[in-house]
């Protein structure tokens, strides 16, 4: 299964536009989060709106699986805790978004809200109990926030990770968590935009303004992983431990050279 990942995309209609050109190469599209900006002059609703569409042109071409982040909440729950309403309204269209778990060919995929106090905290930690029981083999998980003291979790200055993720990956020890959120994390010292817990391999793309965005191409029969982005390309092989520093990418693998057109951007 090749899979893209991608976050953090803040309204950018031109890496929405991107995502759409190329998302008939993948079998899977993972948006972790944080679709629309907070701080855009386009309000909320628009912004919703005009997404939504966005996320039907990718459907139409292969399997869109997307997570809320802290800028897509756009209403509360009984709570009083902000959550995203909009993307519940997807679930009837094939698209796995916030509190659900499909399984594809043999990994199961879990998509996990950002949570904004106890109530929707302890509503993830129900949501992946649950799940657990549908584990067979594979395990992802879609969850905006990076687990806290990670590397990918890291913006030059101090971590903004998830305590709560930190536990749940030791109690369930998925294979992969797809994060965003930190946008620094892989261009500072001492960030990145990969780690491991355990056997937990976690990404983060990282974000920066411009198009195409940062993104990671995963084959997951290969076990491999190509992180592409402005400030260079690199590649771990999750079958092997992670080991730093992260080496650029000298060539690409056969399995993303030998495949369709590739969505590779220029390196500069
Ligand atoms: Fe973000």
Same mark, same amino acid.
């Given at each position: 299964?090749? @899979?893209?990942?991608?976050?953090?995309?803040? +309204?950018?209609?031109?890496?929405?536009?991107?995502?759409?050109?190329?998302?008939?190469?993948?079998?899977v599209v993972v948006m972790a989060?944080?679709? @629309?900006?907070?701080?855009?002059?386009?309000?909320?609703?628009?912004?919703?709106?005009?997404?939504? &569409? +966005?996320?039907?042109?990718?459907r139409a071409k292969t399997e869109l699986l997307i997570c809320s982040g802290n800028h897509d909440l756009d209403s509360k729950n009984?709570?009083?805790?902000?959550?995203?309403?909009?993307?519940?309204?997807?679930?009837?269209?094939?698209?796995?978004?916030?509190?659900?778990?499909?399984?594809?060919?043999?990994?199961?995929?879990?998509?996990?809200?950002?949570?904004?106090?106890?109530?929707? &905290?302890?509503e993830i930690g129900q949501q992946l109990r649950k799940a657990a029981d549908d584990r067979e083999s594979r395990w992802i998980w879609i969850y905006h926030a990076p687990?806290? &003291?990670?590397?990918?979790?890291?913006?030059?200055?101090? +971590?903004?990770?998830?305590?709560? @993720?930190?536990?749940?990956?030791d109690e369930y020890q998925p294979d992969i968590v797809m994060c965003g959120h930190v946008h620094e994390a892989p261009y500072v010292?001492?960030?990145?935009?990969?780690?491991?817990?355990?056997?937990?391999?976690l990404f983060n793309t990282g974000h920066y303004l411009g198009s195409p965005p940062a993104h990671i191409i995963m084959d997951t029969d290969e076990q491999e992983a190509v992180w592409f982005s402005a400030a260079g390309t690199q590649h771990v092989s999750l079958k092997e431990e992670l080991t730093r520093p992260i080496p650029n990418l000298q060539a690409l693998p056969d399995w993303l050279k030998d495949g369709d057109p590739s969505p590779v951007p220029h390196q500069g």
């Amino acid at each position: 299964m090749r @899979l893209l990942l991608v976050s953090d995309l803040h +309204y950018s209609l031109q890496s929405f536009d991107w995502v759409v050109e190329v998302a008939d190469d993948f079998d899977v599209v993972v948006m972790a989060g944080d679709h @629309l900006e907070l701080a855009s002059l386009v309000d909320g609703r628009t912004q919703a709106t005009v997404i939504r &569409k +966005y996320f039907d042109l990718i459907r139409a071409k292969t399997e869109l699986l997307i997570c809320s982040g802290n800028h897509d909440l756009d209403s509360k729950n009984e709570a009083g805790e902000g959550m995203a309403q909009w993307l519940l309204g997807r679930r009837n269209d094939g698209i796995l978004s916030d509190g659900e778990s499909m399984r594809i060919d043999d990994i199961l995929f879990t998509a996990c809200p950002w949570w904004d106090g106890p109530v929707s &905290k302890a509503e993830i930690g129900q949501q992946l109990r649950k799940a657990a029981d549908d584990r067979e083999s594979r395990w992802i998980w879609i969850y905006h926030a990076p687990p806290s &003291k990670s590397p990918i979790a890291w913006s030059g200055q101090r +971590y903004f990770g998830d305590d709560a @993720l930190v536990h749940w990956i030791d109690e369930y020890q998925p294979d992969i968590v797809m994060c965003g959120h930190v946008h620094e994390a892989p261009y500072v010292a001492n960030g990145s935009w990969v780690d491991r817990i355990g056997e937990t391999w976690l990404f983060n793309t990282g974000h920066y303004l411009g198009s195409p965005p940062a993104h990671i191409i995963m084959d997951t029969d290969e076990q491999e992983a190509v992180w592409f982005s402005a400030a260079g390309t690199q590649h771990v092989s999750l079958k092997e431990e992670l080991t730093r520093p992260i080496p650029n990418l000298q060539a690409l693998p056969d399995w993303l050279k030998d495949g369709d057109p590739s969505p590779v951007p220029h390196q500069g």
